[in-house]
């Protein structure tokens, strides 16, 4: 290799490794951030009731109207179920899944940025046969809406 070519191959390298400690730079921020949103409901993913998970959350109120939860009536295996939230309530920042039937029953929270479609689609695992809670945390409060189904086949052990 000439001394040209080896001077490139050693400004790529130092650019390719400039690159790499940015990514993990920012990775670090984004790990951190998660952390601090997270730490602001310590209990809630350790919660073992759903009373006790909606008290964590705070005052929920329903809105028949303004929370969509889609999920089937009936469902063969629990382990695979589809389940999707959408809300037109405006500022919506986050999206709960709850499943009463399920020990721990928070199943996912959703953080939704500023500027976007309040839509979520999952697949959860429920235990057996229950109800499936979305709950919706805008700027004004708390939103709720509830929906039963039927397991044929645990998903969870």
Known sequence: M???DAGVDRHRRGFVAAGGVLLALSHVGLLASARASI???????????IDDALAILGS?????HAVELTLPGVVEDGAVVPVRVSSTLEGVEEIYLL???????VAVRFEIPSGTEPFVSVRLKLAQTGSVY???RTRDGLY???AETRVT?????
Request: neutral net charge; hydrophobic residues 40%.
């Open 2 to 4: 000439s001394g040209k």
């Open 39 to 49: 730490r602001q409901l310590p209990d809630l993913f350790s919660a073992t009731t």
């Open 60 to 64: 929920v109120g329903a809105d028949e």
């Open 99 to 105: 499943v009463a039937s399920n020990p721990y029953p």
């Open 134 to 136: 979305a709950v919706v």
């Open 144 to 146: 709720s809406r509830v």
């Open 153 to 157: 086949v645990g998903g969870c052990v």
